[in-house]
Structures are given as structure tokens and as C-alpha cells.
Nanobody
Framework: HVQLVESGGGSVQAGGSLRLFCAASGNTYWPYCMAWFRQSPGKEREVVAKSNSDGHTSYADDVRGRATISQDNARNSLTLQMNSLKPEDTAMYYC????????????????WGQGTQVTVS
């Protein structure tokens, strides 16, 4: 059974940086996809960045160039480095995992963490 636990959120001033961590356990899928999503009040959950087990990464247009997603070689953690943060980055950030290659919609991901709040002022 896959479990995901996020950490690293917090409050930061605009222009600052944060690093989010997702500790994964119980993953036996191969290939698999891990991703960061975010959701702010009244908005649909949206993808921030995705990382396949083959190393391929992709980013949402509004974070490309400001975000870096990475996995460790043991497949047990996912990191999101966010720089030049903007107030519109304020949201609850979620780590997700699913078997196979990265789907587009959040509804297609099988496993989710509880989320970590990022607030940019």
C-alpha cells in the first residue's frame, strides 16, 4: 500500500524560495509517475510538475523556469524546489503517485498525500 507524506511548506515573501518534500513508501509500481499538484480555495486541483520513473519531467507553464522536480534513486522521495515565488503560488500542495506513465488529470492519480500549505505574501 502506497503512502505519501509531504513536508516543507510554509509562509514566504514574494520572490523567496521553498523546497517541498514527499516521502513515499510501499511503491512497487514500474513504470510509475510522481507529481506535485496544488489547489487553492475555489479552484480545481492543478498540476505543478510531473516526474516519470524513466526520468522524464514536465512542468506547468506558470512554474516552468521557477520550479524543479526531482526523485531520488531509491524511489522513496520526491522534491519540488520553487524559486521566485509569487502570491498566486499560494495553495495547498499535494504529492501524488500512480502506476504507468503520467496522466494529465488529477483524477487519474491513485495515491495522494495529505498536502502541505504554501503561502506567499
Amino acid at each position: 500500500h502506497v503512502q505519501l507524506v509531504e513536508s516543507g511548506g510554509g509562509s514566504v515573501q514574494a520572490g523567496g524560495s521553498l523546497r517541498l518534500f514527499c516521502a513515499a513508501s510501499g511503491n512497487t509500481y514500474w513504470p510509475y509517475c510522481m507529481a506535485w499538484f496544488r489547489q487553492s480555495p475555489g479552484k480545481e486541483r492543478e498540476v505543478v510538475a510531473k516526474s516519470n520513473s524513466d526520468g522524464h519531467t514536465s512542468y506547468a507553464d506558470d512554474v516552468r523556469g521557477r520550479a524543479t522536480i526531482s526523485q531520488d534513486n531509491a524511489r522513496n522521495s520526491l522534491t519540488l524546489q520553487m524559486n521566485s515565488l509569487k502570491p498566486e503560488d499560494t495553495a495547498m500542495y499535494y504529492c501524488a503517485l500512480t502506476g504507468g506513465y503520467c496522466p494529465s488529470r488529477w483524477t487519474e492519480y491513485s495515491f495522494w498525500g495529505q498536502g502541505t500549505q504554501v503561502t506567499v505574501s
